[in-house]
């Protein structure tokens, strides 16, 4: 298993040589993610990180996807093992195996993104998504109808829960009544599943709809979609093209300029494992409304997310403040 997966690292998106030597001196940087890259969301934002660190920087990359834990731990070890300086493991998941791998290969940087500590050359990058799924929130509870909402969510992780709470608490704000309904999927890859929630959650009278699904949300937008009066959020990318009707605005994750931030640091041998958390106030984590649905946003309920969103950066004095990319 450890040779076909090597060579599945070799056969990804790799710029230069794939080699066993692990005293390069190559500058090189390898991504696992859990999941596909073709889900508009997650995994979709790693990817394009991984590509602004190629461009931008002008290093050999390399991507692999690895969906059980023992597969992410073995990619994991397969990257750090060929002498690569950095790997993300993108993912609260990935915590534990990069501790162990770390334990291994001192020399790699290991990245774990909504990671949980620090832990010998291992870092996570934390991302605040609550902070814009709480605006997303009070567009909703604005913007009901029926005063119920509903969360689809992959795997009930923390960063998700948490991301389901403050869009409640967004919500519960603009409208105390509100009734908040969620489901939790246990995948983050079946679109089938995701409509079918979608679905049940449409006939128990929700209108408003938030995810943190990765691939299988995107089976909620097709649900959506097909309702006359529904209308949802995206997650982690700005997402309003999957339903340029239906999309009110997305809770955003810019990773690319996460990754590079991280990338160049490390390229220039300054990079200390640290935590690194990114809130509203990074610029990293944004609520991006859709623009061409701006205008059916009430201008008061506009006003009250605009003076929400500066009340939360004004309170925050303790995040990572990402520098631009370059």
């Known amino acids: 298993m450890m040779r076909l997966l090597a060579t599945t690292i070799c056969a990804a998106l790799v710029l230069g040589s794939c080699t066993k030597d692990n005293q390069t001196s190559e500058f090189r940087v390898g991504l696992v993610t859990p999941g596909s890259i073709a889900d508009a969301a997650w995994n979709s934002g790693a990817f394009a990180g991984l590509q602004q660190i190629r461009d931008s920087l002008g290093v050999a990359v390399s991507h692999v996807e690895a969906r059980t834990p023992a597969e992410q731990e073995e990619a994991l070890r397969t990257y750090a093992a060929q002498g690569y300086s950095l790997v993300f493991g993108h993912g609260f998941e990935f915590q534990g195996s990069a501790e162990r ?32 799924s709480y605006l997303a929130g009070m567009v909703a509870g604005g913007m009901s109808r ?7 969510g992959g795997i009930e992780l923390p960063p998700i829960k948490l991301a389901e709470d403050a869009w409640v608490a967004g919500a519960r704000r ?9 489901t939790y999927l246990n995948t983050f890859d079946d679109v089938a599943a995701g409509r ?14 938030h995810h943190n699904a990765d691939q299988a949300a ?28 239906r999309v009110l605005g997305s809770a955003v994750i810019d990773l690319p300029r996460a990754f590079l931030t991280v990338a160049r640091e490390a390229k220039a041998g300054g990079f200390v494992p640290k935590v690194e958390s990114f809130g509203l106030r990074s610029g990293v984590i944004r609520y991006d409304p859709n623009p061409a649905l701006l205008a059916t946003v009430p201008a008061p309920l506009q006003a009250a997310v605009s003076a929400a969103r500066d009340s939360i950066i004004a309170a925050d004095t303790g995040a990572t403040a990402a520098r631009p990319a370059q």
Do not use: C, Y
């Open 196 to 209: 079918e929630a979608a679905l049940a959650l449409l006939q128990a009278g929700a209108d408003m709809f």
């Open 218 to 245: 995107l089976g909620t937008f097709q649900a959506v979609k097909e309702s006359p009066a529904a209308f949802i959020f995206g997650a982690n990318l700005d997402q309003s093209s999957l339903a340029p009707e």
């Open 146 to 152: 029926t005063g119920t909402i509903a969360f689809v």
């Open 101 to 132: 791998v770390s334990q291994q290969f001192p020399a790699t940087i290991f990245v774990v993104t909504s990671g949980e500590r620090v832990a010998r050359n291992v870092s996570p990058l934390i991302f605040r998504l609550h902070e814009a």
């Open 174 to 182: 603009m409208n105390p009544a509100i009734v908040p309904r969620s």
